[in-house]
């Protein structure tokens, strides 16, 4: 099974580690430093999964989740997900978090900058279009009308597949994307960003939108 | 102790309290036109005296500097109100402490606190839109230590007598008498949380209490949430302390007329809300589930915001509502009917359902 480390325990860390461990998955949660600092969070909020230093949690994961705030990526060190397949969860929209330099580049989606950092990782992006409140209420089982569909964008095909896998297991409609460039239409401002579609209604959304050309 | 027995002993300890915040939203004359900030202000105050006149315990006004929304003193208005009134708690609904200088946010409620002799409270908060970033000269970037640095330095302030602090984002104190002194002890402050275990973490730590901030979604997923603050408490050596719980919402004599009221602005203010954000504008689809038993609205005749209120404190384990009421466009007179259907008949119902 899927081994996941979740890296953040602030508003989307826990949710994320708590619909994982619903799932099956065996899942560890770290922030930035002493596990003790989280331990009765994540037993309140994802009971089941294990409080552990970053490097710790990271070693022995198959996917590794970064649920961090982008303004403390630029600091965020690259070798510690080296090797690893990298879920981005993480949001550039500069009139809420500010404007950031690193990803003012507007050939790339954030998830694009934040792959050419962490060069040595395999980035896949997901999760970043749901709200924290709504990723534990919106699961349905396969097959159900009501299952939402979450957008999973990456270059590389077997990473797709195993995080949108994840995705499925949890609850939500797997749509992979054409690749991280297409994760454009995830981010905020874009067609499907906080709004909950079937899978269906998002791969329409999706292929209407603007945003597709350029991504 | 359990989670849920360590709920119940809380239920018991602590009063229930009703109250009602505002952002102050710019109010609207009867045909739809905004009125000055200047009116909106004298507004808010008439709504404050009214809430006192009907039996609300508390009357919360939140920190904005838009616009649409003008309430950057919110301290000064409820010095106004509180000279107006006799029986009911003022206060911040939330005070943006990480853009604000810990020493004035004391001094200033301390003083409301002297004003109206000794009803005045403080909810502090991280701040969930952050134009007091920019126009007081912080950078978003230091969002989380702001917080941090500063609720440790509220933290000393409130226990009175002279302070030695040193920190990151402010010049050091030391030794420092800081006035005025309060009367009898710390005025009631409490942490406003939107979704953070840290900061329910941090509440704990520090002995504030906490006010859960639910405006979307299910009220129930806030449960852990209540139960994660109480197991710090104990952990830190601390007392059980109050939660609260405050969310929006719009009363009027009927549901319908109600959501009536309420829909085109909600959809309005949120469409504003949701392109600076970056998501989708709410639908009648939405509106229906939030304003629904599992949803985050309390919008409905009296009885039906009364029952909802109930059934939420009872699920998280809290002893205090507070009501967001008011939304941009809605009118100062259709704000006052609320009020006064608030303090008249939602909160008799809801003390009658909870005893
Ligand atoms: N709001 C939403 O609904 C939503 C939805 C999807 C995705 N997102 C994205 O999710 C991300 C996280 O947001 P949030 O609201 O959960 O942030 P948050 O509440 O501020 O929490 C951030 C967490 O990251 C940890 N952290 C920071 N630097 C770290 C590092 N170098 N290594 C390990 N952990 C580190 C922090 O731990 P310490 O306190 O120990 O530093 C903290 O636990 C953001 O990028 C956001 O755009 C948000």
Same mark, same amino acid.
């Given at each position: 099974m899927t081994r996941l480390a979740v890296l953040g325990a602030g508003h989307v860390g826990p949710v994320i580690a708590r619909v994982a461990i619903d799932a099956g998955f065996p899942v560890s949660i770290a922030a930035s430093g002493d596990p003790e600092e989280i331990t009765l969070?994540?037993?309140?909020?994802?009971?089941?999964?294990?409080?552990?230093?970053?490097?710790?949690?990271?070693?022995?994961?198959?996917?590794?989740?970064?649920?961090i705030p982008l303004h403390k990526f630029a600091t965020f060190d690259p070798a510690l997900v080296a090797g690893?397949?990298?879920?981005?969860?993480?949001?550039?929209?500069?009139?809420?978090?500010?404007?950031?330099?690193?990803?003012?580049?507007?050939?790339?989606?954030?998830?694009e900058i934040v792959a050419h950092r962490l060069s040595r990782s395999t980035i896949v992006k997901t999760f970043n279009h749901i709200g924290y409140h709504e990723?534990?209420?919106?699961?349905r089982p396969a097959g159900s009308p009501e299952r939402r569909a979450l957008g999973v964008a990456g270059d590389d095909p077997a990473a797709v597949t195993t995080v949108a896998d994840v995705i499925e297991r949890i609850g939500y409609d797997a749509v992979p994307l054409e690749g991280l460039g297409a994760g454009r239409l995830l981010e905020p401002g874009g067609p499907v960003f906080g709004v909950s579609l079937s899978r269906p209604e998002f791969e329409h959304a999706v292929a209407r939108s603007p945003l597709r050309e350029k991504a | 102790m359990s989670a849920a027995s360590s709920d119940a002993a809380r239920e018991d300890r602590f009063p229930l309290v009703l109250g009602?915040? =505002?952002?102050?939203? !710019?109010?609207?004359?009867?045909?739809?036109?905004?009125?000055?900030?200047?009116?909106?202000?004298?507004?808010?105050?008439?709504?404050g005296v009214l809430a006192d006149q009907v039996g609300v315990d508390y009357f919360g006004i939140g920190e904005h500097h838009t616009d649409d929304i003008p309430m950057s003193a919110a301290d000064v208005v409820l010095g106004a109100i509180a000279a107006r009134t006799t029986r009911i708690r003022v206060g911040s609904a939330v005070t943006v402490l990480s853009s604000d200088?810990?020493?004035?946010?004391?001094?200033?409620?301390? =003083?409301?606190?002297? !004003?109206?002799?000794?009803r005045a409270e403080v909810i502090l908060g991280r701040g969930s839109s952050i134009d007091s970033f920019p126009l007081f000269g912080y950078d978003l970037a230091d969002y989380e230590d702001l917080f941090e640095d500063k609720t440790g330095l509220f933290a000393e302030l409130l226990k009175g007598g002279p302070v030695t602090w040193q920190g990151k984002t402010r010049p050091a104190l030391h030794d420092q008498d800081v006035v005025p002194h309060t009367e009898s002890g710390p005025f009631p402050a409490w942490i406003g949380v939107g979704g953070s275990p840290q900061s329910v973490v941090r509440a704990a730590h520090y002995g504030f209490s906490l006010m859960l901030a639910i405006i979307g979604g299910s009220p129930a997923r806030f449960a852990p949430f209540s139960q994660l603050f109480q197991q710090a408490l104990e952990r830190f050596g601390?007392?059980?302390?109050?939660v609260g719980v405050h969310s929006p919402g719009h009363v009027a004599a009927t549901d319908e007329k109600a959501r009536e009221e309420f829909w085109p602005h909600y959809l309005e203010v949120i469409r504003r809300v949701s392109k600076t954000r970056g998501f989708a504008a709410p639908t009648k689809e939405s509106f229906t589930y939030e304003t629904g038993p599992q949803g985050a609205l309390y919008v409905g005749s009296p009885e039906t915001v009364a029952k909802k209120i109930a059934a939420n404190l009872t699920s998280l384990g809290a002893n205090r509502f507070d009501l967001k009421y008011g939304m941009g466009g809605l009118s100062h007179e259709v704000l006052m009917t609320n009020i006064e259907l608030y303090g008249t008949q939602v909160i008799p119902r809801v003390r009658e359902l909870l005893t």
């Amino acid at each position: 099974m899927t081994r996941l480390a979740v890296l953040g325990a602030g508003h989307v860390g826990p949710v994320i580690a708590r619909v994982a461990i619903d799932a099956g998955f065996p899942v560890s949660i770290a922030a930035s430093g002493d596990p003790e600092e989280i331990t009765l969070i994540t037993q309140f909020l994802a009971p089941g999964a294990e409080p552990r230093w970053a490097a710790e949690a990271v070693e022995d994961a198959d996917v590794v989740v970064l649920a961090i705030p982008l303004h403390k990526f630029a600091t965020f060190d690259p070798a510690l997900v080296a090797g690893k397949v990298v879920v981005d969860t993480m949001n550039y929209w500069p009139p809420i978090d500010g404007v950031q330099e690193m990803f003012e580049d507007p050939l790339y989606g954030s998830s694009e900058i934040v792959a050419h950092r962490l060069s040595r990782s395999t980035i896949v992006k997901t999760f970043n279009h749901i709200g924290y409140h709504e990723l534990d209420d919106e699961r349905r089982p396969a097959g159900s009308p009501e299952r939402r569909a979450l957008g999973v964008a990456g270059d590389d095909p077997a990473a797709v597949t195993t995080v949108a896998d994840v995705i499925e297991r949890i609850g939500y409609d797997a749509v992979p994307l054409e690749g991280l460039g297409a994760g454009r239409l995830l981010e905020p401002g874009g067609p499907v960003f906080g709004v909950s579609l079937s899978r269906p209604e998002f791969e329409h959304a999706v292929a209407r939108s603007p945003l597709r050309e350029k991504a | 102790m359990s989670a849920a027995s360590s709920d119940a002993a809380r239920e018991d300890r602590f009063p229930l309290v009703l109250g009602l915040d =505002t952002f102050g939203d !710019v109010t609207y004359d009867e045909d739809g036109r905004p009125l000055s900030h200047a009116q909106t202000i004298r507004d808010v105050v008439e709504e404050g005296v009214l809430a006192d006149q009907v039996g609300v315990d508390y009357f919360g006004i939140g920190e904005h500097h838009t616009d649409d929304i003008p309430m950057s003193a919110a301290d000064v208005v409820l010095g106004a109100i509180a000279a107006r009134t006799t029986r009911i708690r003022v206060g911040s609904a939330v005070t943006v402490l990480s853009s604000d200088d810990p020493v004035r946010v004391f001094q200033r409620y301390s =003083t409301l606190n002297a !004003v109206s002799g000794g009803r005045a409270e403080v909810i502090l908060g991280r701040g969930s839109s952050i134009d007091s970033f920019p126009l007081f000269g912080y950078d978003l970037a230091d969002y989380e230590d702001l917080f941090e640095d500063k609720t440790g330095l509220f933290a000393e302030l409130l226990k009175g007598g002279p302070v030695t602090w040193q920190g990151k984002t402010r010049p050091a104190l030391h030794d420092q008498d800081v006035v005025p002194h309060t009367e009898s002890g710390p005025f009631p402050a409490w942490i406003g949380v939107g979704g953070s275990p840290q900061s329910v973490v941090r509440a704990a730590h520090y002995g504030f209490s906490l006010m859960l901030a639910i405006i979307g979604g299910s009220p129930a997923r806030f449960a852990p949430f209540s139960q994660l603050f109480q197991q710090a408490l104990e952990r830190f050596g601390r007392a059980p302390l109050p939660v609260g719980v405050h969310s929006p919402g719009h009363v009027a004599a009927t549901d319908e007329k109600a959501r009536e009221e309420f829909w085109p602005h909600y959809l309005e203010v949120i469409r504003r809300v949701s392109k600076t954000r970056g998501f989708a504008a709410p639908t009648k689809e939405s509106f229906t589930y939030e304003t629904g038993p599992q949803g985050a609205l309390y919008v409905g005749s009296p009885e039906t915001v009364a029952k909802k209120i109930a059934a939420n404190l009872t699920s998280l384990g809290a002893n205090r509502f507070d009501l967001k009421y008011g939304m941009g466009g809605l009118s100062h007179e259709v704000l006052m009917t609320n009020i006064e259907l608030y303090g008249t008949q939602v909160i008799p119902r809801v003390r009658e359902l909870l005893t």
